[in-house]
Nanobody, 123 residues
Framework: DVQLQAFGGGLVQAGGSLRLSCAAS????????IGWFRQAPGKEREGVSC????????WYADSVKGRFTISSDNAKNTVYLQMNSLKPEDTAVYYC????????????????WGQGTLVTVSS
């Protein structure tokens, strides 16, 4: 009965913005870190950002620091990823994911995966 529902993907021009949402249900929110992986065509799936449901601490991949901001609304069990100054290399399928604290934000450690939402950034 665990679900991670992702929304907000779309097509934008380079320099534009998108906001992704991930609604979580079926588990205790504050026991997990929740965030995003992405997979671009021909590339490995990579961690993008995550936030702790317990204390709000955050992590960002170097490639998105200063451009993306992750936040959470614990009352709604929802995590948001505000993506600004988008670049063509941000084009990917973005996957919401959750890992039990204190495990690392890595592909092999993920406990729950949501469906992907496609972000396409035109040049």
């Amino acid at each position: 009965d665990v679900q991670l529902q992702a929304f907000g993907g779309g097509l934008v021009q380079a320099g534009g913005s998108l906001r992704l949402s991930c609604a979580a249900s079926g588990f205790t929110f504050d026991d997990y870190a929740i965030g995003w992986f992405r997979q671009a065509p021909g590339k490995e799936r990579e961690g993008v950002s995550c936030i702790s449901g317990s204390d709000g601490s955050t992590w960002y991949a170097d490639s998105v620091k200063g451009r993306f901001t992750i936040s959470s609304d614990n009352a709604k069990n929802t995590v948001y990823l505000q993506m600004n100054s988008l670049k063509p290399e941000d084009t990917a399928v973005y996957y919401c994911a959750a890992v039990r604290i204190p495990n690392y934000w890595s592909y092999s450690a993920i406990d729950y995966w949501g469906q992907g939402t496609l972000v396409t950034v035109s040049s």
